[in-house]
């Protein structure tokens, strides 16, 4: 077995407009293909798949995993995580940790209306070894 590539990742949210406004409205991710069960954003560098917690495109309903929030975060990158704190403070949307730097770059920390951890940074350039 041998996965040639990441194509997306899919994310079951508990309301479908809810999440758009989240990930299109405020985040700003274009939006590639949309129907009543999912709105794939996204570009390039990778895709998220907004999907209906409730049912699927088919008799089969959804997949059986992906009911809940669970351990994962999503990272996008951005130019300037204050800005963006500001601009989600602005929103009302819920700033879980507010920016700070890691090791690894500069970021700030929302919350998706299902809660799930939507972190935003600015990645410092990784020094070759």
């Keep these: ?3 040639e590539s990441f194509e997306s990742l899919i994310l079951f949210v508990s309301s479908l407009p809810e999440a758009r406004r989240f990930y299109v409205d405020a985040l700003g991710l274009p939006v590639l293909f949309e129907d009543e069960i ?5 570009g390039p560098s990778g895709r998220v798949v907004l999907h209906r917690n409730d049912r699927g495109h088919d008799e089969r309903g959804i ?3 992906g009911s809940g929030v669970g ?4 990272r996008f990158t951005v130019a ?3 800005a963006c704190e500001r601009d989600a403070v602005g929103r009302g949307l819920s700033v879980l940790w507010p920016t700070q730097d890691a090791a690894w770059g500069r970021f700030v920390v929302l919350a998706d209306p299902d ?3 939507v972190v935003l940074a600015k990645m410092r350039p990784i020094a070759p070894q």
């Design 80 to 82: 300037d995580p204050d």
């Design 63 to 65: 997949f059986p995993a």
């Design 1 to 3: 077995m041998h996965a």
């Design 71 to 74: 351990g994962a975060a999503v």
């Design 115 to 117: 809660g799930r951890s």
């Design 38 to 42: 999912v709105v794939v954003v996204g």
